[in-house]
């Protein structure tokens, strides 16, 4: 798992989609993993508690979009 998973620049886990189909697990376990690993120092801390920059960044367009239209 360690040498498959991606990080955005705040250490935020990017591919957690591409790690459930890899491991079969739930999403929720995969969570729960990356917590534990960072909990023992073997993965960075993330640097904020958000989802991943481009789902960020879809939210974000998303609203932009919303406040246009009212």
Do not use: C
């Amino acid at each position: 798992m360690i040498q498959n998973i991606e990080f955005d620049s705040y250490g935020v886990t990017n591919n957690i989609s591409q790690l459930r189909n890899l491991l079969g697990r739930s999403d929720h376990g995969i969570y729960q993993r990356v917590h534990r690993l960072r909990q023992v120092g073997k993965l960075p801390q993330a640097q904020r508690v958000s989802g991943p920059e481009d789902e960020v960044k879809k939210w974000v367009d998303y609203h932009k979009k919303l406040m246009k239209v009212v």
